[in-house]
Structures are given as structure tokens and as C-alpha cells.
């Protein structure tokens, strides 16, 4: 019997100190106005009192933030809210206003699927692209041509752009691929030499599946693989085979002309094979228009 009076002791505390604390907190402008949008009873509130403060601290937080760089809360861009979850509460993390803004405005790279790429590629824009060399000029009439082009007639050819280390040939079709993906364009950027390296990786048939069928495709640095017949015939040639057939638009970068990229095609371990080169860079011949630009080494 006296154990039983001790507990209903300590149970009649712990409610006078959740009351107390409950009511106190209850004193916060914040705090009575996020509790009363749940609509829950105090009954269930107030066990929840010191979760509740922290989520108070992190809308205050919130409310005087000026970016993401000025956010105090425990999780940057987001802010830990309490919600009624059919009648119980819940907590979960919601993204700020500047974490929302941020992610709709790169809510395009959810189109383009990069492999082994620089990440400054996914920031590419027209806008910054490099506009004082009129050697980049034909380049630039070009690929703003396509744009125009593509959306009208997907089937357009794509471009195989040869030129000098540096001048920025990824970068331009980047930007391009980038301002079709904020159209909701499918597209996909792959740097061929890394690419290539994976060919014995366990998810390296998915990637390829992925990239032989992607609308929009640049093969980037073609030409600076170290060639094996395997990756020319069983990788290169099925891929552009493909792509040929079925009308997908496909670019080209490359340090090599395609008279000098069927001759590196043409060599490999088992010896010259100029034939099977030939065909490859026919298939090329198919699939794009050949423009060169030589210009100023931007990476210096």
C-alpha cells in the first residue's frame, strides 16, 4: 500500500511539473502559435514541451535568417517542425525558404546524369560562357542554332567539337545541355576515358544501358582513352550503332580531329586495324557535324 501511494505521488509531481513547464513555455509568442496550429490537446502537447521549445528556437531561427549561410539550426536549410500526423504529434524536418529556393533552381540537374565529370559543368549557363574570342564565334552560332532546333525537331544532329586543351569545348555544350534540361530534356554527360575504366564494375552494364538510350549524350575527351579493341568493338561501336539508329542526338569533344581519332582508333594491342576505325568515325561522320575550336587556354 505505501508503494502505491509513492507512486501516485511521483505521478501527481511529474504532471504538476509537465503543467508547469508546459504553461511557462506557453508564454513564448512562437510557441503558443505553432502549438495552436496543431490542434492537438495541451494533454498531448505537454509532453512534448522540451521538443517543442527546440522547434520554437529553430523557427525563430528561421524567421531572422537572411541565407543559408546565416543558418543557426542543427540541420543547415532546414528546420525541425512539429505536424499532426492524424491526430499524434510527429516532428520533421522542412526545408527553409532559402533551401527551397536552392533546389528549385537546380531542380534541372535531376535531368542530366554526370559520369566522371567536373562538378563546376553542372553550373555551366550561357550567360558566363566565354564571348571575347572571335574564334569561338562559330562554335557559339552553332550550339544557339541547335537549341533552337532541338526543340522543335528532336532528331537534330549533334556536334563533334575538336580543338586546343582548354578552350572550353565541354563547357559550351554543357551550358546547352544544361538550359534543354530546365526545359525537362533528358540528357547525360560522360568524360570517356574514366568512363571506360569502369567497363568491369558491377553497375557498369546499367550505366551504359543508361547512356546508349539517353535523348541528349556528349561523350567528353574521346580520343585520350588508352584503346583496347574490346572497349573500340564491344563499347564504342555498339553504343554509336545504337544511337544511330534511333535518331539520338549525340556530341563529341576531343583534342583530335577525326582524321587523327580514326588514326588512335585504328591502333591497339592486337595491332592496326584501320578498317574497324573507319567505321567508328563513319558512324561519327553520321551522328554530328564536325566544327574545330582553337582559342585561348581558359585553365591557365
Known amino acids: 500500500m505505501h508503494n502505491v501511494l509513492e507512486n501516485m505521488d511521483s505521478v501527481k509531481t511529474n504532471n504538476i511539473n509537465l503543467d508547469y ?23 498531448e502537447l505537454k509532453k512534448y514541451t522540451s521538443i517543442l521549445e527546440e522547434c520554437c528556437k529553430e523557427f525563430e531561427h528561421c524567421k531572422d535568417c537572411k541565407d543559408l549561410l546565416d543558418c543557426k539550426n542543427k540541420v543547415e536549410g532546414y528546420c525541425y517542425l512539429p505536424i499532426n500526423n492524424n491526430g499524434n504529434l510527429s516532428f520533421v524536418y522542412r526545408s ?15 535531368n542530366i546524369s554526370f559520369f566522371n565529370t567536373p562538378e563546376y559543368l553542372k553550373e555551366a549557363n550561357l550567360q558566363n560562357i566565354y564571348k571575347t574570342d572571335k574564334n569561338r564565334f562559330n562554335v557559339i552560332n552553332w550550339l544557339m542554332d541547335f537549341l533552337d532546333a532541338f526543340e522543335s525537331n528532336k532528331k537534330c544532329k549533334g556536334l563533334y ?34 568512363f ?20 541528349l549524350l556528349l561523350i567528353d575527351d574521346i580520343g585520350a582513352e588508352g584503346l583496347t579493341a574490346w572497349n573500340r568493338d564491344e563499347i564504342l561501336c555498339p553504343l554509336l550503332q545504337y544511337r544511330m539508329d534511333n535518331n539520338l ?22 595491332g592496326v586495324d584501320q578498317i574497324k576505325a573507319k567505321r567508328i568515325v563513319s558512324r561519327i561522320e553520321q551522328l554530328t557535324e564536325d566544327l574545330e575550336m582553337i582559342s585561348k587556354n581558359l585553365r591557365k
Open 96 to 110: 527553409c525558404r532559402y533551401n527551397q529556393a536552392l533546389k528549385n533552381k537546380n531542380k534541372y540537374l535531376n
Open 21 to 43: 513547464e508546459y504553461k511557462k513555455a506557453s508564454s513564448n509568442t512562437n510557441f503558443k502559435l505553432i502549438t495552436k496550429n496543431l490542434k492537438l490537446s495541451s494533454i
Open 249 to 270: 542526338t549525340t556530341f563529341f569533344t576531343s583534342n583530335l580531329n577525326l582524321k587523327q581519332l580514326e588514326e588512335h582508333l585504328s591502333n591497339s594491342k592486337n
Open 196 to 215: 571506360l575504366r569502369q567497363t568491369f564494375y558491377d553497375d557498369f552494364n546499367e550505366k551504359f544501358e543508361y547512356v546508349k538510350k539517353v535523348p
Open 161 to 194: 567539337l575538336h580543338g586546343n586543351f582548354g578552350c572550353g569545348k565541354t563547357y559550351l555544350i554543357s551550358a546547352i545541355f544544361n538550359e534543354l534540361a530546365k526545359k525537362d530534356y533528358k540528357s547525360s554527360i560522360i568524360f570517356w576515358p574514366e
